[in-house]
C-alpha cells in the first residue's frame, strides 16, 4: 500500500471505525479505490485496487459513466474499511481523527460493489468511495 492510500484510509476508517468487530462488517463498509482531479482523471489510482464490470472484466476507463458500471472489486491486499460518507466532505483539522488505533479491513480477493459515489476534496477533485457487500468472515482488523 501506498504511504497516500494508508494515511487516507486510516484516516477515514478511524473516523468510522466502531468498537465491534459486528459492525465494522455493517456501519462500515467503504474502501477508497482512488481520487478523480478537476478534470475527472484518476490522480492516483490506489494500488491492489481492479474495479471490475459486470462481465467481470477489469475497466480500462475511469470517467464516472465507466465507474458507474463497476459490480465487483479485486483487492490484492487488505483494504481498510470506513464509514460511507457518499457526498460528505471530509474531516479536517480537530474534527479528524489523529490518534492510531485498530481499525476494520477486508482481506484480499474480490468483492461485490453496492455503489459507487465521490466525496468531494477540500482542495479539489473527488474520492472515489465504494460501497462493499462484505461478508463478516472477510473482515479483519488491522492497527494503523
Known sequence: ??????????????AGASASFAQAAGDNSCI???????EARWAPRMAGVELLGQ????????????????????LSAPALLSRCDGDGQLALGPESPGAKGTVP????????????SYPKMRRGGELVELKLTVPAERVTMVTC
Open 1 to 14: 500500500m501506498t504511504s497516500l492510500r494508508i494515511a487516507l484510509a486510516c484516516g477515514l476508517a478511524l
Open 55 to 74: 462481465d467481470g472484466r477489469v475497466l480500462a476507463s475511469a470517467d464516472k459513466q465507466a465507474l458507474a458500471t463497476v459490480k465487483q472489486v479485486r
Open 105 to 116: 479491513a477486508v482481506g484480499p480477493g474480490t468483492v461485490a460493489v453496492e455503489s459507487v
Open 32 to 38: 477508497v479505490a482512488g481520487r478523480l482531479n478537476d
